[in-house]
Protein backbone atom coordinates (compact mmCIF):
# COMPACT_ATOMS: atom_id res chain seq x y z
CA UNK A 1 0.00 0.00 0.00
CA UNK A 2 1.43 3.54 -0.63
CA UNK A 3 2.85 5.84 1.71
CA UNK A 4 0.58 8.56 0.92
CA UNK A 5 -2.63 5.86 1.51
CA UNK A 6 -1.47 5.06 4.90
CA UNK A 7 -0.66 8.52 6.11
CA UNK A 8 -4.15 9.46 5.10
CA UNK A 9 -5.92 6.52 6.78
CA UNK A 10 -3.91 7.66 9.93
CA UNK A 11 -5.30 11.09 9.35
CA UNK A 12 -8.83 9.70 9.30
CA UNK A 13 -8.96 7.30 11.79
CA UNK A 14 -7.56 10.19 14.12
CA UNK A 15 -10.47 11.98 12.85
CA UNK A 16 -12.93 9.41 13.68
CA UNK A 17 -11.37 9.26 17.24
CA UNK A 18 -11.47 13.05 17.73
CA UNK A 19 -14.84 13.26 16.36
CA UNK A 20 -16.18 10.92 18.03
CA UNK A 21 -14.75 12.42 20.72
CA UNK A 22 -16.29 15.84 20.80
CA UNK A 23 -19.47 14.27 19.40
CA UNK A 24 -20.45 12.24 22.24
CA UNK A 25 -19.12 14.22 25.12
CA UNK A 26 -20.98 17.08 23.53
CA UNK A 27 -24.45 14.82 24.04
CA UNK A 28 -23.35 14.31 28.36
CA UNK A 29 -22.48 17.87 28.71
CA UNK A 30 -24.96 20.56 29.15
CA UNK A 31 -22.58 23.66 28.34
CA UNK A 32 -19.57 23.47 25.92
CA UNK A 33 -16.59 23.24 27.03
CA UNK A 34 -13.13 24.76 25.06
CA UNK A 35 -11.57 21.35 24.81
CA UNK A 36 -14.30 20.44 22.87
CA UNK A 37 -14.29 22.48 20.38
CA UNK A 38 -10.64 22.51 20.03
CA UNK A 39 -11.12 18.05 19.84
CA UNK A 40 -13.99 19.23 17.11
CA UNK A 41 -11.62 21.66 15.39
CA UNK A 42 -8.93 18.38 15.26
CA UNK A 43 -11.19 16.45 14.46
CA UNK A 44 -12.67 18.27 11.31
CA UNK A 45 -8.73 19.57 10.18
CA UNK A 46 -7.85 15.78 10.56
CA UNK A 47 -10.29 14.53 8.43
CA UNK A 48 -9.88 17.02 5.67
CA UNK A 49 -6.27 16.85 6.14
CA UNK A 50 -6.74 13.09 4.75
CA UNK A 51 -8.94 13.94 2.01
CA UNK A 52 -6.58 16.13 0.72
CA UNK A 53 -3.60 13.93 0.95
CA UNK A 54 -5.75 11.46 -0.78
CA UNK A 55 -6.45 13.75 -3.52
CA UNK A 56 -3.07 14.63 -4.43
CA UNK A 57 -2.07 10.87 -4.58
CA UNK A 58 -4.92 10.11 -6.79
CA UNK A 59 -4.56 13.33 -8.68
CA UNK A 60 -8.73 14.12 -9.46
CA UNK A 61 -11.54 13.79 -7.52
CA UNK A 62 -13.20 10.21 -8.23
CA UNK A 63 -17.04 10.37 -7.33
CA UNK A 64 -17.65 7.34 -5.75
CA UNK A 65 -20.58 6.10 -3.37
CA UNK A 66 -17.53 6.48 -0.74
CA UNK A 67 -15.91 9.68 -2.16
CA UNK A 68 -19.48 11.43 -2.11
CA UNK A 69 -20.55 10.25 1.31
CA UNK A 70 -17.49 11.53 2.38
CA UNK A 71 -17.13 14.73 0.58
CA UNK A 72 -20.85 15.53 2.18
CA UNK A 73 -19.69 14.62 5.77
CA UNK A 74 -16.68 17.18 5.54
CA UNK A 75 -19.16 20.02 4.66
CA UNK A 76 -21.62 18.95 6.76
CA UNK A 77 -18.89 18.40 9.56
CA UNK A 78 -17.62 22.13 8.97
CA UNK A 79 -21.25 23.44 9.62
CA UNK A 80 -21.82 21.98 12.17
CA UNK A 81 -18.30 23.03 13.83
CA UNK A 82 -18.93 26.52 13.04
CA UNK A 83 -23.06 26.10 14.04
CA UNK A 84 -21.06 25.19 17.70
CA UNK A 85 -18.62 27.24 17.64
CA UNK A 86 -21.19 30.49 17.01
CA UNK A 87 -23.30 28.61 19.92
CA UNK A 88 -19.67 28.45 22.18
CA UNK A 89 -18.54 32.15 21.53
CA UNK A 90 -22.21 33.87 21.92
CA UNK A 91 -22.32 31.84 25.05
CA UNK A 92 -26.20 30.05 24.22
CA UNK A 93 -26.76 26.89 25.77
CA UNK A 94 -26.88 23.93 23.47
CA UNK A 95 -30.21 23.11 21.44
CA UNK A 96 -30.94 19.39 21.17
CA UNK A 97 -31.37 20.40 17.50
CA UNK A 98 -27.23 21.00 17.58
CA UNK A 99 -26.88 16.95 19.15
CA UNK A 100 -29.40 15.63 16.82
CA UNK A 101 -27.86 17.56 13.73
CA UNK A 102 -24.38 16.46 15.04
CA UNK A 103 -25.33 12.69 15.45
CA UNK A 104 -26.83 12.98 11.68
CA UNK A 105 -23.32 14.12 10.53
CA UNK A 106 -21.28 11.78 12.65
CA UNK A 107 -23.30 8.75 11.41
CA UNK A 108 -22.96 10.21 7.90
CA UNK A 109 -19.11 10.62 8.30
CA UNK A 110 -19.21 6.91 9.78
CA UNK A 111 -20.70 5.21 6.69
CA UNK A 112 -17.45 7.25 4.41
CA UNK A 113 -15.43 5.79 7.02
CA UNK A 114 -16.52 2.30 7.02
CA UNK A 115 -17.07 2.40 3.21
CA UNK A 116 -12.97 2.97 2.77
CA UNK A 117 -12.42 0.64 5.40
CA UNK A 118 -13.94 -2.26 3.42
CA UNK A 119 -13.07 -0.96 0.11
CA UNK A 120 -9.13 -0.71 1.28
CA UNK A 121 -9.28 -3.93 2.86
CA UNK A 122 -11.02 -5.70 -0.52
CA UNK A 123 -7.34 -4.00 -1.98
CA UNK A 124 -5.64 -5.50 0.34
CA UNK A 125 -6.67 -9.29 0.62
Do not use: C
Amino acid sequence: MPIEIIIATVFFTLALILYSTAIWSGRQAPQLKLWQIIVFFLGVSSDALGVWITIRFIGAIVLTPHAIFGFAALILMSLHFLWVLFIFINKQQQAIATHRFGFFVWSVWLLSYLSGFVTGLQKVL
